[in-house]
């Protein structure tokens, strides 16, 4: 644990005066209405607004209303909305060791574990991406992996040399390098551009989880899916504040909205589990096929993972972080594995998990 935590995040705000004006706060998510984050984010503020002693009031922002991916996080250090969801990777210049996190997504084969441990680095153990977000002015509330990504096509596959070619949605260094290795077309894009990049043929194909099917309008558009998860895209910053912002807020708002997040990160997790298995069932019965990889792209894959701990770092390094990159990334990957074995007999248990990130982490921020 990092005693400088209580100097850069959460702990040092709670206990800060607030100003005497009404509380209100402003939160954007450029995913779109029915994501499950843009959902569970007003969700949240309005369960906030029923506590008893709560006097809150939230206007929260979907589908980019306000701001975009990549401009979210910068109206969050000016000032331009209060608080708001971030995908670390569209910022990794600013935030190159938070970035990590997602790009580390093949090592992350379970999203319950990978939510856990992406809660543990941000607050416990990575002083680096504590830093990051304190350059932008914000700081880290919590923040959740997402279902495994898919790779899913609009035309057909029969064998892995069908996929020579072809342009994939990706977003990140990592998915860059994995579309190279199959011989395929990297385009980065980010999730909320996906549906109409794949119906006008932008892209061919695109990376990302089986609920983009329904929330993202995928279904109608994706003839073929890979059957082999590739990993967890998680580090996503569900619950990113501007450090005045949480500042202003009257201490029983405050301490009200940050004990109130380990309950919503279980929710979206459970959210996520029950929606891939939903949307996988939706795919089936719309008639897309659920192709089970062949020898050729398994190797391929194989030989991707087995250089990405040194890509990672060397990534982090080049947009001006930690000379120590790699020992980041290890312990990163050490947390993944730690929670595999935590999350154990919680999976799918909304309110175990809740008191597991709870005990695991929340609770010990304060300390």
Known sequence: ?????????????????????????????????????AVEAQEFFDGLAAVDGVDLDTQVFVGGQMLGGQATLGGIRDGVVDGGFIVPTLNSSEIPHVAMLPELLPFANNFWAATGATNETMMLDCEECI????????????????????????????QFSDLAG????????????????????????????????????????AVGNLAWLQTLGLIDSVHTIVDQPIGSYHGLGEFIFNKRSLERLQ????????SAIPERIALITKNYADQEIAARKAGEDKGIVFWKPDADFVAAMDSFRASEKDAVANDIIKLGG?????????????ALERWNRLVEGVEGDADAFKELLTNEVFSKVSE
Not at 28 to 34: A, D, G, T
Not at 135 to 157: E, F, K
Not at 251 to 258: F, G
């Open 131 to 158: 830093a990051d977000l304190d350059r932008m002015n914000s700081v880290w509330l919590g923040g959740h992996a997402a279902s495994p990504w898919y790779l899913m096509c609009a035309d057909p596959i029969e």
């Open 166 to 205: 072809r342009k994939i949605r990706v977003t990140g260094g990592f998915a860059v390098r994995m579309i190279n290795a199959i011989g395929a077309v990297p385009v980065s894009l980010p999730a909320s551009e996906v549906g109409p990049a794949l119906q006008q043929g932008q892209v061919e194909c």
């Open 322 to 334: 930690s000379a120590d990159a790699a020992s980041i990334v290890a312990r990163h990957i050490e």
């Open 1 to 37: 644990m990092l005693n400088s935590y209580k100097a850069l995040g959460v702990a040092t705000l709670i206990g800060l005066a607030s100003a005497a004006s009404a509380d209100r706060l402003t939160y954007n998510s450029f995913m779109p209405p029915l994501a499950i984050e």
């Open 251 to 258: 201490p029983e708002n405050r301490e009200a909205m940050i």
